[in-house]
């Protein structure tokens, strides 16, 4: 385990693999996973490793072995984000999941060396009524300190049996304090759009959906790479949410490797 102090003095845990400055892979999680309990990322990461790429799993802020007490905004988990970045050295691929892809837009500009974004999955324009409305009924829950009624908030629309799961945690209800950069994110990524949000993205974009999921995700995938000046979308192996660790990790290889979207 490695550890980095951010400017807004979290300390961030993070896991990195392969040869130290070579070009790298940042994953950010989306909503909820540590990186204990997130395997399909961390074996993605090893097989980077083994193929010669560096490649970071971090606890996001106020997860893991990254806790700290009380709501986490934002600004502080792009701060995480850029020290990790600084920390691996080479030229750098913020990989989103799912909610994460916001926040990987939302770091573009705060990663020095960056060499691309590959967005898995992104919830861009999948809200009833959009993402900020969605996220102002989380955030009042939040801040009213309904943390159950803001989990469920933030769930609606999305497989019961994940509510059910996070019930589970030991985390429960508190986890959805470390959910706010998530929300933020989505948001301000609908507000501006995904055309202003992109348009000083000079690396490539690659907008990433599995062969099989959910709806509107291939059409969001589409509409990134369009936004993008340098955007492209691909179906890759994968299914409900969760890429395949092999596919992702030789297609990341790749993308790493040649430094373009080129297949």
Known sequence: MNVVETVAGDR???????????????????????????????????LLGERGVQASVHDRVGRGDSATDGPIGLERELAAIEAISRELGGPVTLVGHSSGCAIAMRAASHVERLAGLVLWEAPI??????????WGTVAAHIAAGRLEDAVAAYMVGMPPEW??????????PELVLSWIPDGEALARVERDGLATTLRDTDAPVLALVGTETFP????????????????????????????????????LARFVGCGSLER
């Open 163 to 172: 509510l059910e799961q996070l019930r589970r945690s030991p985390d429960y």
């Open 12 to 46: 961030v845990a993070f896991d990195r693999y392969g040869p130290v400055g070579a070009p790298a892979v940042l994953f950010i999680s989306g909503a909820g996973p540590t990186r204990a309990d997130d395997e399909t990322t961390t074996r993605t990461a090893q």
């Open 125 to 134: 324009g999948l809200f009833d009524g959009g993402a900020p409305a969605w």
């Open 216 to 251: 509107g995700m291939s059409e969001t995938a589409a509409d990134i790479a369009t936004a993008a000046p340098h955007g492209s979308h691909e179906e890759l192996a994968g299914a409900w949410h969760e890429w395949d660790a092999e596919a992702m990790a030789t297609r």
